[in-house]
Each structure stands twice: as C-alpha cells, then as structure tokens.
C-alpha cells in the first residue's frame, strides 16, 4: 500500500485548497482506476452514497481516518487526494524495489494517447528546441491541439517535432510514457476546421483567443512502461 501522510499534515493541507478540490480529485482517481462508485466506496470500507456525498459536496470535510481508507482504497496518498503536491514535479517518491521495465506496444501507445489530457511538445525553434505542454486530442491517428499564431506551439507547424504523454504514479514508484515523432502542419480547411472544434475534448486551460489548429500526422510511435 502506498505511504500515507501523518494526520498533521493532513490537516495542514486540507486549509489551503479551495472547497470541491477534494470531491474532483476523489472522482478523477477513481475513473483512472475503472473503478465505479460502489466498488470503491466497498474498497474503502463506506457506504457508496457517502463517497458520492464526498465526490458532489464542495463542503465536505472528512476526518483524517476516512482520507487515509480513500488513500488506500484508491492506491495512492493523501497528499495527492487534497491536492498537497500540485507544485511539486512528479516522481519524487524512491525507486521500486524489482521495477519491472517493458515496451509498449503501437495498440497499447495508441490506446494511451486516446485518453486525451495534457502532452509535451517538443518545438524547433531559432535559439533550439523547447518543450511546452499543449492541451490535445486524437483525432483519425493524428495528434491535434489549437493555440495562439504569436505562441511557442505554434512554431511547430511545418516541422518535424515530438510529442510526449506520460502517467507518473510517485505512490509506487511506476507509470508509462509514450512518444511520438511525425510532420505538424497547419489545420486550414474551413469544414476540417470546424470537425476539429465539433470533436474537442477541451478548450486549451491557458485561456484567451486560441484558434489556430495544428496537426501532428505520427511517423513513429513509441512507449515504455515501470511497474513494480
């Protein structure tokens, strides 16, 4: 089982995060496990409209030992759960005792990237390259994303670039990462355009006018994943 926090420092991160952070991070967790409300409120030991009070309450406020069940029940920390590490990287946990290192097949790198989320993008530019995070999407293979004419992503048009996903779980020491190489160019055509906007899983998190597409047809794919 994962590291839990002491009850001090659970308390002394549930003050400083606004109310509803806990609910959106139980419920993201648990839907990155598969799991359904019942099976993880049966995990952590509660009734299954009690963990959906939890998930739909802005004021919920649970005591330290129902945070350390939902830690556990949904294998990670209560750190991570009220939302303690958001400014700090990720893996900073030790390594795994016996990691396990395998390489991802094109199906399984495929189906990773489909989750949609934030990647990395790597972007030639004069003074070198430089990797900036884009909010994505999958659309027909192709890895798509808007942002600004005057932004960094933008230079990736026309260009040979990379681009990264990755799931890091600092509970146990493990995750995967998955690459792609490909041409970006562009997204133009008025009705591709408009398929683009139809099919978009987000609005790009930084904000304001974001309206120039851009669309990475992949020429190499790979992935790796720890588990320990």
Not at 69 to 91: I, M, N, Q, S
Not at 100 to 126: K, M, Q, Y
Not at 161 to 179: K, M, N, P, T
Request: charged residues 20%; proline residues 7%; hydrophobic residues 35%.
């Amino acid at each position: 089982m994962p590291t839990h926090a002491s009850p001090d420092a659970v308390e002394g991160h549930q003050g400083h995060h606004p109310p509803g952070n806990l609910g959106r991070r139980i419920a993201l967790r648990r839907e990155e496990l598969g799991l359904s409300r019942k099976e993880a409120a049966c995990r952590a030991g509660m009734a299954s409209s009690y963990l959906q009070y939890l998930e739909e309450q802005p004021t919920a406020a649970p005591g330290v030992s129902t945070l350390l069940r939902l830690a556990g029940a949904l294998e990670t920390t209560v750190l991570e759960l009220t939302g303690g590490d958001v400014d700090l990287p990720p893996g900073l946990g030790q390594a795994g005792g016996h990691p396990n290192f395998t390489e991802l097949s094109i199906r399984e790198c495929r189906d990773l990237l489909r989750t949609h989320g934030v990647g990395r993008l790597a972007v030639p530019t004069e003074s070198g390259p430089v990797i900036v995070p884009v909010n994505y999407g999958v659309v027909g293979g192709s890895i798509v994303f808007r942002t600004a004419p005057e932004a960094v992503p933008s230079q990736a048009a026309d260009s040979q670039v990379a681009f990264e996903v990755d799931r890091i779980d600092g509970s146990f020491s493990q995750g995967w990462s998955v690459l792609v190489c490909g041409h970006a160019r562009t997204v133009t055509d008025p009705d591709s355009v408009r398929r683009l906007e139809e099919q978009a899983y987000s609005t790009p998190w930084a904000g304001g006018q974001r309206d120039l597409w851009i669309r990475i047809d992949p020429h190499r794919i790979t992935g790796r994943r720890i588990t320990v």
